[in-house]
């Protein structure tokens, strides 16, 4: 196989569910390529269905096959590179249809292989249906797990990726995520604080360009729990875990009142906010900057990013779908694996 200049490698881009918005986000954005000076990618799927979508969506954005990864830095310019799977599947905007699981699944597990074989340098992932996929055999929880999955396949190394989402604002990381409330408690241990901690702090060092990032922990109870008077998760498990990690030097600050956290002045005195539960995360971010927002996995052997919102089956086909987010997923790819700090594509329009 022939090698490429590490510094021209493109990003490969999963095409995600195609009656979602995901497919419209990725046009969208190759259009946007020197405005927003996006670095080359090529979209790994279908080539039929993305001429689909660009003439249905009235989108003019030129469509070329390609066969292997070289071929789409040298295409991107002038025309949106696809890697072509062969499947033969339609598609209904709005409506999941299994016969396009198996290629959404399969675009996922070729660009964890062109990565980890050094044909591609990062990844940026369109959202899934996972409902979809289920019925072709996806048995994992969500996207983030099977890309762990994956890479222990081609490697042989555990891994447990964690989930942050970014923005130029705030970067945030939910210790526990798609779990009742109900449920949180007993899921916050000392040991998934410190792999966890532990994970975002080599993270934001080797791809945020951070030689000392700053991580500020949440408590779970409302005041960090005041003293015990309102819970003791923070005296007998967070806390004792912060101070475990202070002592191997990593810039720790906590356990803190979530409800002062993430106010301007606040923020200024982190780099990342790691909380306990998804809404105590996923809510400032969505309020400070809900369109530009990216979901970043850390803790994998690869660079994967996505856009921070799901396939809105709602307004597919509809043209409304805004690119911001697929934008600076694409930007922060290309950052990230070249181990540059964030940069926001700073633009909101649709």
Known sequence: MEELDENKLPIAVTIGEPSGIGPEVILKSW?????????????????????????????????????????????????????????????????????????????????????????????????????ALYSVGFDCPGHTEYLAKLSKNHTGEEYHPVMMLASEQLCVVPLTIHVALKDVPPLITHQLLVRTIRTIHEGMKKFFNLDYPAIAVSGLNPHAGEGGTMGIEEREIIAPAINALK???????????????????????????????????????????????????????????????????????????????????????????????????DQNEQ
Do not use: W
Not at 112 to 119: A, R
Not at 248 to 274: C, E, W
């Open 247 to 345: 002592k191997q030097g990593i810039r720790l600050n906590g356990p803190m009142p979530a409800d002062t956290m993430f106010h301007k002045s606040a923020r200024a005195k982190y780099d990342v906010a790691l909380c306990m539960y998804h809404d105590q995360a996923l809510i400032p971010i969505k309020t400070i900057d809900f369109d530009a927002g990216v979901n970043v996995t850390l803790g994998l052997p690869i660079v994967r990013t996505s856009p921070d919102h799901g396939t809105a089956l709602d307004i597919a086909g509809q043209g409304l779908a805004n690119p911001t987010s697929m934008i600076n997923s694409l930007k922060l790819a290309d950052r990230m694996s070249k181990y540059l700090p964030l940069i926001d594509a």
């Open 31 to 131: 259009y946007k390529r020197h405005e927003f000076s996006i670095a080359p990618f090529f979209v790994i799927g279908s080539a039929e269905l993305l001429k689909k979508q660009a003439s249905a969506l009235n989108l003019n954005v030129p469509i070329t096959p390609i066969s292997s990864p070289q071929q789409a830095v040298h295409i991107f310019n002038n025309s949106l590179p696809v890697l072509d799977l062969n499947f033969k599947s339609d598609f209904q905007f709005g409506h999941p249809q299994h016969e396009t699981a198996e290629m959404v699944i399969a675009s996922i597990d070729k660009a964890v292989e062109l990565i980890i074989c050094g044909q591609a340098r990062a990844m940026a992932t369109a959202p899934i249906h996972k409902a």
